[in-house]
């Protein structure tokens, strides 16, 4: 290939060698040599000095939102290995009292494996209330048994044997309901002390606290002015607890005078005439006390069915949301053990429903002089409301039976 040549060009470049070495060009600037292995330089004296070389912003925020992501993702793994470790640990915790739960529902079923009937029947016994419920039943049993006797088995009871086994059954009948009245006789002494207790608190509403007044000087016209408007025996402290008593626990008072009064009467230590007076007078306050206690049983139990209904509703809750007994065993336990103790509260108020029902029907055919099928309503209906009365107390001593077992 031809090449251009350049004439003079040794001389040139050996002169401007020479030149830049020459005192004559010294005031003149003189290059340094170009070094392959140096860096790149700028003339100082250069009007736009070159600029610092950066980075690109893309690269920038690339690197940036790498660091943030992964800083992001550093958080979110601890926060899920804490939230892990406290699931774990409220595992755990859960396991343990469900655990403890069941022991403790493992020592009431041996519990009431070691509680015998006759051990409960021997509790019962000892107290006033249990002998009274067992000769109840003794009491109407025989009771709807003549029934049978006379209108079934044996209608025409003319041979003598006949006659004797109803003549001692009768008198056992007699026998027994006396002694279920001697049995309760000074049951009112339970609301009567009721009553003195409420006098004995400083500020009741009744206001009759001898306590009270004895610290609290008050005026003579303020005490003189009940005196004068009442008189001195309504003014009593007593009475006037007597008055300002909630109104079942009056029933109760007053019944259990006049059965004791018509009790004494039956004994022969009074007359006749008043003990039938006092018995009628016995029969009503038990038809208000009757009825008293089914306004009551029903407010009881419309409490109860609410908080069965709000038990339900949040295990039925539960069961949306994914929690399952596995995943909640505590919660599910409690919930559990909260609805049968519900359910069984709402069952003994259902046997006291029942047996109030039984004795208003009772008491109203003697409250309304009822000739017709009284014997024998008034005979089922007595032994049914037995039956469901020592029941419910049966149920009661066992119960503190089985308390008393774990305990010890």
């Excluded at 601890?78 to 493992?106: R, S």
């Excluded at 306590?211 to 303020?222: K, M």
């Excluded at 407010?299 to 949306?320: F, N, P, T, W």
């Excluded at 003697?366 to 009284?374: V, Y």
């Amino acid at each position: 290939m031809s090449s251009v040549t350049f004439p003079n060009l040794g001389d040139d470049i050996g002169s401007s060698s020479s030149s830049l070495h020459d005192p004559m060009h010294a005031p003149f600037y003189a290059p340094p040599a170009f070094d392959m292995s140096s860096s790149f330089q700028m003339n100082p004296l250069s009007a736009h000095p070159p600029r610092t070389p950066r980075q690109s912003t893309a690269t920038q925020s690339h690197f940036r939102n790498m660091s943030m992501s992964i800083s992001v993702y550093d958080e979110k793994g601890e926060d899920q290995q804490d939230a892990e470790t406290v699931k774990e640990e409220k595992e755990e915790v859960d396991e343990d009292d469900v655990v403890e739960l069941d022991e403790e529902d493992v020592r009431v079923k041996e519990a009431e494996k070691l509680v015998g009937a006759h051990e409960v029947w021997r509790d019962l016994f000892v107290t006033s209330n249990g002998r009274d419920k067992a000769f109840k039943l003794i009491q109407y049993s025989i009771r709807v048994y003549l029934l049978f006797h006379k209108k079934i088995l044996f209608r025409s009871g003319k041979s003598a044997w006949q006659q004797a086994i109803v003549q001692r059954l009768l008198a056992a009948k007699n026998g027994f309901s006396l002694t279920r009245k001697m049995l309760i006789m000074f049951n009112w002494l339970t609301p009567l002390s009721q009553v003195l207790a409420q006098q004995s608190v400083p500020f009741s509403s009744s206001g009759s606290s001898l306590v009270a007044h004895s610290f609290t000087a008050t005026p003579a016209s303020s005490s003189k002015s009940p005196q004068l408007f009442a008189g001195p025996f309504l003014s009593h402290p007593v009475l006037r607890a007597l008055l300002s008593a909630p109104p079942p626990v009056l029933l109760e008072l007053v019944n259990g005078l006049s059965d004791d009064i018509y009790s004494l009467s039956r004994l022969g230590l009074i007359g006749p005439k008043l003990g039938e007076r006092a018995a009628r007078f016995a029969d009503w306050c038990w038809l208000f006390s009757t009825m008293v206690g089914l306004v009551e049983n029903g407010v009881e139990m419309g409490v109860i069915d609410g908080l069965q209904r709000e038990v339900e509703s949040r295990a039925y809750k539960e069961s949306l949301s994914g929690a399952t007994s596995k995943s909640q065993p505590k919660a599910s336990k409690i919930d559990e053990r909260e609805l049968a103790r519900l359910q069984k509260k709402n069952y003994w108020l259902q046997v006291s429903r029942a047996k109030l029902v039984m004795d208003l029907i009772f008491v109203s055919y003697d409250i309304l002089r009822i000739k017709r099928w009284k014997d024998t309503i008034q005979s089922f209906t007595g032994l049914t409301a037995a039956v469901l009365s020592a029941a419910k107390l049966y149920d009661k001593a066992r119960a503190a039976l089985v308390n008393k077992a774990l305990t010890n």
